[in-house]
């Protein structure tokens, strides 16, 4: 277990501070709301099931509050910060802070959606405060980028978490819910109260849990799935026979698809599995 000093990590006080030595005021742009409570942080590693040999890759690490937390954890930490002023202050930080740990760092400054790679061992977790406005693709593209994560958890706007985590039949299931389940078993894993950021922000915040899965067995690829699904939630109040026609061809190509896949051409998008999207794909293709 680590010996890390309980005050490594920052608290109010200091997370004020970097940011005014620094001259950051978080922008609604990068939906930047820093962490400022270092039980909030180990509460999420905790729930994260981070571990001694893990190789933890964080999102938007901000002014390194869960930075410091996961490295109390974890083997390795790889943060990919997108911010030019906040990448350059986190290696200070770290070594400020820990600089037991300051190998076990390394730093991507980058956008995420453009990451292809990342130095050091493969990843085998992926644990992040994610900004509101990009949380699902960022999320997903980390998952199909690199499928040695096997865990993930990520605070997101509360109601990403509850669309992240539906299931058919939800009124808030769509792409979102569908897309994740490709990749991974998901499901709520708590909320966090507005307190806890700087600056507040309007909405509430929950913790999405991802257990890697293997994708569904199907011949058809996971563009052309993600194509059915897309095109089944562009229309949400449509039957799957009339929102799946342009995707198919016509009314009548979609029905065919939709009735060799085994699904009723009356249903709509919300009531079916990504599994039975996978269906609807092979039968089209």
């Known amino acids: 277990m680590s010996t890390t ?19 950051v005021r978080p922008t609604k742009q990068r939906g930047q709301n820093f962490v400022i409570d270092a039980n909030t942080v180990r509460r999420i590693v905790r729930t994260a099931g981070v571990r001694e040999d893990d190789v933890v890759v964080e999102i938007g690490p901000g002014l390194g509050s ?3 937390a996961l490295l109390e954890a974890a083997d390795q930490v790889v943060a990919v910060e997108i911010d030019d002023v906040l990448a350059g202050a986190l290696p200070s930080t770290i070594l400020a802070r820990m600089p037991e740990r300051v190998t076990r760092f390394s730093l991507v400054h980058a956008d995420a959606m453009q990451v292809r790679e990342l130095p050091g061992p493969e990843p085998t977790a992926l644990v992040a405060n994610l900004p509101y406005n990009v949380a699902v693709p960022v999320l997903l593209h980390m998952l199909d980028r690199f499928p040695t994560i096997e865990r993930t958890l990520v605070m997101v706007q509360a109601e990403v978490a509850d669309r992240l985590a539906a299931r058919p039949g939800n009124k808030v299931y769509g792409v979102p819910s ?43 690829t996971k563009a052309e799935v993600f194509a059915v699904v897309d095109a089944a939630f562009a229309q949400r109040r449509k039957t799957l026979r009339a929102a799946l026609a342009g995707w198919a061809g016509s009314p009548v190509a979609a029905e ?24 609807i794909a092979e039968a089209k293709a």
Do not use: C, M
Request: hydrophobic share 45%; charged share 20%.
């Open 5 to 23: 000093e309980p005050d490594a990590l920052l608290g109010p006080a200091d997370i004020r501070e970097l940011a005014a030595a620094l001259g």
């Open 178 to 220: 569908v897309k994740a389940n490709w990749y991974a078993d998901v499901k709520r894993a708590g909320s966090i109260g507005r307190n806890v950021f700087w600056p507040a922000p309007n909405v509430d915040s929950g913790l999405v849990s991802l257990v890697r899965h293997d994708p569904p067995k199907t011949t058809a």
């Open 66 to 68: 869960l930075t410091l």
């Open 256 to 279: 065919t698809a939709l009735v060799a896949a085994g699904i009723s051409p009356q249903a709509r998008g919300e009531s079916l599995t990504v599994e039975e999207f996978a269906r």
